[in-house]
């Protein structure tokens, strides 16, 4: 009886340190304060009149890295999607 009892108190401290833990990680975000949401507009530039492997990396070495080129075939031209 005396083992049962020391496993019963040992298992309701670990149980109360483990709610403890849980909630300072899940309510840590109530003291940061507001969330601040941007909205970002994606603009369409062409390059030029025709698609070769050129729109896909040109694009990104002209508007930066998050720059998308790729090719529209009807009319034919060289697209690139950029954030603006």
Do not use: W
């Not at 909630?23 to 009149?49: Q, R, W």
Request: hydrophobic share 40%; glycine share 4%; net charge positive.
């Amino acid at each position: 009886m005396l083992c049962f009892s020391i496993l019963h108190r040992t298992s309701i401290i670990c149980f109360e340190r483990l709610l403890c833990f849980l909630h300072k990680f899940l309510f840590v975000a109530e003291n940061e304060g507001p969330i601040k949401v941007t909205e970002a507009k994606i603009c369409d530039v062409k390059l030029y009149d025709y698609c070769d492997e050129d729109c896909y990396n040109n694009c990104p070495k002209i508007f930066g890295a998050r720059a998308i080129g790729f090719c529209n075939f009807n009319p034919q031209v060289c697209i690139c999607r950029r954030q603006c």
